[in-house]
């Protein structure tokens, strides 16, 4: 059975700083593996979707890369601003039923200004 | 586009009423789903459909109904509302290009449902 960890639970940075959030999942048989954001009260925002095929995408300072062989996944986020903060979710989809997502329960970060 | 939107935001029921959560998107995605977001718990899926008139469960179906009469819309029925219902209720939605991949999901905000 798929599942996902996310660590850690819980990160707090200053301003400007670059940092990494991880994910883990235990069945590398993904079809593959979504980043999101959701802010407290709020909806979650997709922000980077890899597929299996590939190993990393990137959108602005966010870089997202992959490694089915170990079962990771990295969130690098570049020049942390407060608008960083917010809760970071990651989700895998597995190739035998791409359709559902299983998910961590995702890192809440701080950025302190 | 609106994207995915989802009525009510907020919501508050008695043990045992009866209600449903509207979902509708219009970037005419195929597959839709819901779910729902309890503390320590995650996401979890409760029903999902890839295409109209088309449904499946998903990890906790039970006291949840869902229909799918059209593309756009994708409503989630509570039948009798139980305290342990409580939690925020997410629809979602995701275009299937050709072979069925599967793409990126669309989230709505969110239904915060209390069950009393």
């Known amino acids: 059975k798929q599942e996902v960890t996310q660590i850690p639970a819980a990160l707090s940075v200053p301003e400007g700083e670059n940092l990494v959030l991880n994910c883990s999942f235990t069945d590398s048989a993904i079809y593959n593996l979504q980043w999101f954001r959701q802010d407290p009260g709020k909806g979650l925002t997709s922000l980077l979707l890899i597929q299996s095929s590939q190993r990393e995408q990137t959108s602005g300072r966010l870089n997202a890369s992959l490694d089915k062989s170990s079962g990771r996944s990295t969130l690098y986020i570049a020049a942390s601003q407060p608008g960083d903060s917010a809760t970071y979710l990651c989700a895998v989809s597995n190739a035998g039923n791409n359709r559902k997502l299983i998910w961590g329960l995702g890192t809440s970060l701080g950025v302190n200004p | 586009n609106a994207g995915v939107t989802q009525t009510p935001k907020f919501q508050v029921l008695k043990t045992g009423q009866s209600m449903t959560l509207q979902c509708a998107q219009d970037?005419?995605?195929?597959?839709m789903s819901w779910y729902r977001q309890d503390p320590g718990m995650g996401l979890r899926l409760i029903h999902y459909?890839?295409?109209?008139?088309?449904?499946d469960q998903g990890e906790v179906p039970n006291g949840y109904n869902v229909s799918r009469s059209t593309t756009e819309d994708f409503p989630l029925r509570l039948l009798s509302a139980a305290p342990s219902q409580t939690s925020v209720y997410f629809c979602?939605?995701?275009?299937?290009?050709?072979?069925?991949?599967?793409?990126?999901?669309?989230f709505g905000p969110g239904t915060r449902l209390t069950v009393l």
């Open positions: 979602a939605s995701s275009y299937s290009g050709r072979g069925g991949l599967y793409n990126e999901q669309f």
């Open positions: 459909s890839v295409g109209a008139g088309i449904t």
């Open positions: 970037m005419n995605h195929e597959y």
